[in-house]
């Protein structure tokens, strides 16, 4: 099968954002405790972190990771998580039937931030508590010694300021399953005078309000509509989730998801834009889609603790999914969504990091190691930073649940105008054919010269990577790949994920 693509260097999408290579860590399941920290593990550090899932964390090259929830976020108390940790109470976790020690709060996190190079992305609770407590937690977290909160942390051991620039205001409040749940006018309502007053001690943080959980909610896009007609002028960006499942074990319907997330970011980016002429505003909000990933291997087992027939259990296996290769291929399809769509779409993250639903899974007192996952997350992080091209793609496609004529390729397209390079992300979609693909280069202005083609395949879409055999799935050196007469050509197998990068000079 043929497919063809031409890439113009004046063909633009928008810079990327680097920040759509974030992630997201919860108090949930092993996610935190086990996950990142453990100070019996053989690789801790002094402050009791994994030194061998640091080092994972760190190649991936995360710009912000979204922090402490999620669900957790809404009855949370920031304060039981700071002072000295043998005085801190032990609660019962609402969202997820658990015990939560407290052991790692804001302190802890903002230090494995430094360790790992990364930085924090706060969430406020604003399911079972309010406007008050947010403020106390940005003071404390952000404001001068000299007065109350500032002069408290110093005391617990931090006298500079964290500087966290990134705010939720709260998690998935359009979700009834939330602690605190609130209709889209509640919400609005206290969204935006939350916003006012975190305005009043620093105009220049950069706050996200939240939109739908997912694009099937009853509410939405109304709820987008409303909120952001309270909040328009005081917040920079809206926050959508989406998972996706392969419920009914179709792999050309599970593919072919990444344009139901088209659809839904196009059409928020829609409503932006409408609530921004309501108000004659010359202000832009953003799409911040602060979670995203594949999520249902894990349902079944989950049912127990999640019913609490299991008691209330601190740090349970819980959406410990493990991910096969058919997972690489939808999250390649994934980020080239968000590389397409750069130009509504500002910030992103991988929901989760470690252990719960994750491209990072731990053994306690064990081993870490990469899940499938890991690798097109970590090939988009490091090589899909500059300016997303719009390709111009001819190839057959093929009918699916959520859209028709879906093509066998999805690519993306990103120029590094520093470093002279572009890359492209393909997925091929075909579950038998090879995609020959030619993709003309000649607006670039340049012959060009392939630097680097990485393939991941499998003949079995269900091949998974473990503790005993973790690189079952992994990238291999791709062969074939040339630049010639101008344009890239090679041949994508079936069912493969790839990046091939270009060097332009
Ligand atoms: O990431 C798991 C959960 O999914 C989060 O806690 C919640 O925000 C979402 O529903």
């Known amino acids: 099968m043929k497919a063809t693509a031409i890439a113009h260097k004046d063909y633009t999408i928008a810079r990327i954002d680097d920040r759509v290579y974030s992630a997201f860590l919860e108090h949930l399941g092993r996610a935190i405790y086990t996950g990142i920290y453990e100070p019996d593990h053989p690789t801790a550090d002094k402050n009791g972190m994994r030194g061998d899932v640091a080092q994972l964390v760190r190649d991936l090259n995360i710009p912000y990771v979204r922090y402490p929830g999620g669900n957790f976020v809404s009855a949370y108390n920031w304060e039981d998580g700071v002072g000295p940790r043998d005085q801190r109470p032990v609660r019962l976790d609402l969202a997820w039937h658990t015990s ?32 008050d407590e947010a403020r106390n937690f940005v003071e404390y977290v952000n404001g001068p010694t000299g007065s109350y909160w500032g002069d408290l942390r110093k005391k617990n051991g931090r006298a500079e300021p964290f500087d966290c620039r990134l705010w939720c205001l709260g998690n998935e409040m359009d979700g009834p399953w939330q602690v605190g749940h609130k209709t889209a006018e509640e919400y609005g309502r206290l969204a935006n005078e939350t916003a006012k007053a975190l305005r009043a001690f620093d105009k220049s943080l950069e706050l996200i309000v939240c ?44 593919l072919a998801l990444n344009h139901k997330l088209d659809r839904y970011i196009e059409t928020v980016a829609s409503t932006i834009n409408l609530v921004k002429a309501n108000k004659r505003s010359k202000h832009q ?106 390709l111009a793609v001819t190839c057959p496609g093929y009918d699916a649940d959520v859209a028709d004529n879906v093509p066998y390729l999805d690519i993306s397209g990103v120029h590094d105008e520093e470093g002279g390079t572009v890359s492209f992300f393909a997925v091929n979609r075909h579950p038998t054919e090879v995609l020959d693909l030619s993709l003309s ?22 091949a998974v990577n473990t503790a005993v055999n973790p690189m079952n799935v992994a990238p291999k050196q791709g062969a074939g790949a040339i630049v010639e007469d101008g344009a890239l050509k090679l041949g994508l197998p079936p069912f493969s994920y790839q990046v091939i990068r270009v060097a332009l000079t």
């Not at 009853?218 to 960006?237: A, F």
């Open 285 to 390: 909000v953003y799409i911040s889609f602060d979670e995203w990933n594949v999520w249902y291997h894990s349902n079944e087992q989950d049912r127990a603790i999640l019913a609490g027939n299991e008691g209330w259990p601190h740090a349970p296996r819980l959406l410990e999914d493990v991910y096969n290769f058919e997972d690489v291929l939808q999250v390649g399809c994934i980020l080239n969504t968000f590389i397409r769509r750069s130009d509504s779409v500002k910030i992103a993250c991988i929901a989760q990091l470690v252990n719960v639903i994750a491209p990072i899974m731990t053994d306690p007192m064990g081993a870490a190691w990469r899940q499938t996952i890991y690798y097109p997350y970590y090939f988009a992080s490091i090589f899909g930073r500059g300016t997303a091209l719009n």
């Open 100 to 131: 939560e020690s407290n052991q790692v709060g804001v302190h802890e996190f903002a230090d494995w931030c430094d360790t790992v190079g990364t930085k924090m992305m706060l969430a406020i609770n604003l399911g079972s508590r309010g406007l």
């Open 211 to 254: 939109g739908s959980s997912n694009s099937d909610m009853k509410t939405y896009p109304e709820w987008e509509r409303i909120v952001l007609e309270h909040t328009y002028e005081s917040v920079d960006h809206i926050s959508l989730h989406m998972y996706f499942a392969n419920r009914n074990k179709h792999p050309g319907n599970y």
């Open 441 to 462: 280069l000649q607006g670039f202005g340049a012959q060009g010269r392939v630097i680097d083609h990485q393939v991941i395949t499998h003949p079995d879409l269900f």
